[in-house]
């Protein structure tokens, strides 16, 4: 029989040091890690949550989600099994998961998997007009499925423009809407290790613009939240609830790996989800009641040879892992 091998602190170390790089809703990283006993445990930080934009935790959860798959990514490709419980039953409300890290026997390594964790990244310039096509959503959905997790492509034209009809609500709501505002300042443009830096925003929304032949007029211009290529998939699950949540940030995290590996690029929108009257509609009359929408991401293709993004900041691993 082999002797079962539990991972050392310096290997945990590694392992959420990869799993810090998974996306979170305005860079907030709202993780915390404890590793005792061989168990490693998974806490939201509430102390992070967005009390205007997301009162019921929904984006924090999925955030978690994120860098819980990250984590099993990371484990399997430096040779480590995990044994993931999530919401363990008995454990107070912030905990999400305990993860018990061991082997048999040393594995392989996989070095390519630990270079798509550093590479993937969100891409906020404006897509190309290449179509993404329907064989590439396809195979992006079906990342999902080993996650409980519904994912759909929106691809039919009058699903599309309901969805871009309710985005465009959502954004008008939002920007009415002064403590989501003063939020969004307090985590938009900063310079320290959380927040997003001012360097990844786009700046002007219409480059172009500076170049058209006539000055600006008067007449009204019709902002568009998307754009010719770029393709929208949703995911969720039947309930809209903390179990759910985790999972889609699970599957969230493998669908974005997966495109980055594709060489597409991904960018959530959470503003038609953030407002619960347009997540609603969404999920009545774009996904036709199929499943309840917890996040939607654009996905399209970046133009070849642009530059390389710096790399949004990360929180120092003692700030976030007790061992
Ligand atoms: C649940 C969730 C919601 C997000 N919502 C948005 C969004 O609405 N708009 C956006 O540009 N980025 C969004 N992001 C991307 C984050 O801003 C990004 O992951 C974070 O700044 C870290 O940067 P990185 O992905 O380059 O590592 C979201 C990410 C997550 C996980």
Redesign the pocket.
């Known amino acids: 029989m082999p002797r079962t091998e539990i991972a050392p602190t310096t290997i945990v170390e590694r392992l959420v040091s990869f799993a810090c ?7 907030t990283q709202p993780w915390r890690w404890r590793y005792d006993a061989g168990l490693l445990t998974l806490r939201a930080d509430l102390d992070r949550r967005l009390p205007a934009e997301d009162p019921r935790g ?3 959860t ?2 978690c989600g ?1 860098a819980l798959h990250h984590l099993q990514l990371a484990a399997r490709a430096l040779g480590w099994e995990t044994d993931v419980r999530r919401l363990p039953p008995g454990a107070d409300e912030t905990v999400l998961a305990d993860v018990r890290v061991h082997r048999d026997a040393p594995a392989p390594v996989v070095p390519s998997d630990l270079a798509l964790l550093r590479t ?5 310039r404006r897509f190309t007009d290449w179509p993404v096509p329907r064989y590439r959503l396809e195979d992006l959905c079906r990342e999902a499925a080993p996650w409980g997790v519904h994912a759909a492509a929106i691809v039919d034209d009058g699903a599309r423009f309901r969805l871009e009809l309710l985005a465009n609500q959502a954004l008008t709501d939002l920007e009415l809407d002064a403590g989501r505002q003063a939020e969004q300042d307090r985590w938009i443009g900063r310079t320290g290790a959380d ?2 830096p001012a360097s ?2 786009p700046g002007d929304p219409d480059p172009l613009r500076a170049r058209s032949r006539f000055r600006p007029g008067l007449l009204e211009d019709t902002r568009m939240v998307l754009h010719g290529g770029e393709r929208v998939i949703a995911l969720g699950g039947a309930h809209d609830d903390v179990a759910g949540w985790l999972r889609t ?1 699970e599957a ?1 995290s493998a669908l974005w790996l997966e495109a980055t590996r594709a060489g597409l690029s991904v ?5 038609p989800i953030e407002v619960e009257t347009t997540r609603r509609e969404i999920g009545r009359s774009v996904l036709g009641g199929a499943f309840e929408p917890h ?1 939607l991401l654009r996905v399209g293709w970046q133009a070849i040879g642009r530059s390389g ?1 710096p ?2 900041p ?1 929180r120092p691993l003692a700030d976030v892992l007790e061992a």
């Open positions: 790089l998974a996306p979170s809703v305005h860079n929904r984006n924090l999925i955030s994120a993937r990244c969100t891409d906020r927040g997003i990844l925003l940030g969230l960018v959530p929108m959470s503003q996040v993004l790399r949004t990360r």
